[in-house]
T-cell receptor
C-alpha cells in the first residue's frame, strides 16, 4: 500500500511570511499532484509534477518533485489570507492514476491578516 | 463552463434508508471516481469507472454500489444506510493524458442518525 505523509498537519502564520509544506513517501509515484480545498467544497487541482527534480511555479507558489519521485514540497512566498485552506498531495501509481490517486491527510494552512 | 455537480449537498437520514447520491459532469470525461473524506483522514477511493458500463471497487471496503449507464452520470447508492456511513462523499472526473488530473464536485455531506 502506498502512503503519503504530509507535514506539518497544521500551520498558522502571519500574512507576508514564507512557508513550506512537505509530502513524503517510501514509494515511487509516476506523478504527484497538489490540491487546495476550502471548507464545504471539493479539492481544486493546483499542479501536477511528473519528472523527478521538476520545479513548477504558479505565481507565489513553487512546487518541487523529488529526484527519486518519492516526495514533494510546496513553498508559498509572501503568504496572503486567500492562501488559507487544506493543501492535499496525491500520488499516481505506475498506471498513471487511472485507477485512482493516493492522497495524504493534508496540511491545514491559516494565514492571519 | 464545464463542471461537475453533486446532489444533494447535505443529507440527514435515518438508519436503514436507501439513498442515492447523484454526480454529473459536463466535460465528457471517461473516468469518474467516488472518494470518502473524514476529518483528519486521507481521501479514500471507494469506487471508480473507466467509462460507460465499467465499474470498479476502490481501496476502501464499501457497502455502496455504483452504476455508469451514461458518460456524464455516476450515481452512488447505499441500500441500507448506517451511522458508520456518515461522511463527506466527493465525486471526481478525469481525462487521462499520461497523468490523471481530478476535477472534484462540491461533495455531499451525509449524516445517518
Amino acid at each position: 500500500t502506498q502512503l503519503l505523509e504530509q507535514s506539518p498537519q497544521f500551520l498558522s502564520i502571519q500574512e507576508g511570511e514564507n512557508l513550506t509544506v512537505y509530502c513524503n513517501s517510501s514509494s515511487v509515484f509516476s506523478s504527484l499532484q497538489w490540491y487546495r480545498q476550502e471548507p464545504g467544497e471539493g479539492p481544486v487541482l493546483l499542479v501536477t509534477v511528473v519528472t523527478g527534480g521538476e520545479v513548477k511555479k504558479l505565481k507565489r507558489l513553487t512546487f518541487q518533485f523529488g529526484d527519486a519521485r518519492k516526495d514533494s514540497s510546496l513553498h508559498i512566498t509572501a503568504a496572503q489570507p486567500g492562501d488559507t485552506g487544506l493543501y492535499l498531495c496525491a500520488g499516481a501509481g505506475s498506471g498513471g492514476g487511472a485507477d485512482g490517486l493516493t492522497f495524504g491527510k493534508g496540511t491545514h494552512l491559516i494565514i492571519q491578516p | 463552463e464545464a463542471d461537475i455537480y453533486q446532489t444533494p449537498r447535505y443529507l440527514v437520514i435515518g438508519t436503514g434508508k436507501k439513498i442515492t447520491l447523484e454526480c454529473s459532469q459536463t466535460m465528457g470525461h471517461d473516468k469518474m471516481y467516488w472518494y470518502q473524506q473524514d476529518p483528519g483522514m486521507e481521501l479514500h477511493l471507494i469506487h471508480y469507472s473507466y467509462g460507460v458500463n465499467s465499474t470498479e471497487k476502490g481501496d476502501l471496503s464499501s457497502e455502496s454500489t455504483v452504476s455508469r449507464i451514461r458518460t456524464e452520470h455516476f450515481p452512488l447508492t447505499l441500500e441500507s444506510a448506517r451511522p458508520s456511513h456518515t461522511s463527506q462523499y466527493l465525486c471526481a472526473s478525469s481525462e487521462f493524458e499520461g497523468a490523471v488530473s481530478l476535477y472534484f464536485g462540491p461533495g455531499t455531506r451525509l449524516t445517518v442518525l
